[in-house]
């Protein structure tokens, strides 16, 4: 059974300053999925990791894949207020369409 | 493209009352799935379709039912209210053709289900 835990869950951080979201899974995942939550809002897909090593970068974020320590990173560099909001790793079970979701890490970046 | 779509928007029910929660696409996706999401616990897979006339269970289905019967449509039924069903409600679609594909999923706005 895929679980999927996000840390940490709650993120206060100061504009300009970088910092990483961890998200680990228990099992292996085909691929895993990034996503971004806006209050009351949907979600919105920043990126999808395909295999080891996979890194992918979309202005001050980037996201990263190691299938062997079964962890993927996401990094926020020089945060600015923008970006606050809620995030989401999610796994896929290998083998089936289904997407387990990570708790979330809610990020909150203070001016 | 409208994308994914979802009604109502909001919802209140008394408990025991039945309802269809809306879910639309235009991406001529065969996959689609409806989720649950409530507060700490990310989202929660509820039941998903690989295409018309094909369902299969999530993680969290009970109290749910579905059915595809064209590629656009996949409604979500509560079949008998409970308080524990309030959350908020994503459906979502993705392409998934023959070979190596993405299974980007598209989440439509969300329903808010309050259930008294």
Known sequence: ?111 | NAGVTQTPKFQVLKTGQSMTLQCAQDMNHEYMSWYRQDPGMGLRLIHYSVGAGITDQGEVPNGYNVSRSTTEDFPLRLLSAAPSQTSVYFCASSYSGGGWFYNEQFFGPGTRLTVL
């Open chain 1, 1 to 111: 059974e895929l679980k999927v835990e996000q840390n940490p869950l709650f993120l206060s951080m100061q504009e300009g300053k970088n910092y990483t979201i961890y998200c680990n899974y228990s099992t292996t995942s085909d691929r895993l999925y990034w996503y971004r939550q806006d209050p009351g809002k949907s979600l919105e897909s920043l990126f999808v990791l395909l295999s080891n090593g996979a890194v992918k970068q979309e202005g001050r974020l980037m996201a990263s894949l190691d299938t062997k320590a079964r962890l993927s990173t996401l990094h926020i560099t020089a945060a600015v207020h923008d970006l606050s909001a809620t995030y989401f790793c999610a796994g896929l079970i290998q083998g089936a369409q289904k997407l387990v979701f990570g708790q979330g890490t809610r990020l909150t970046i203070n001016p």
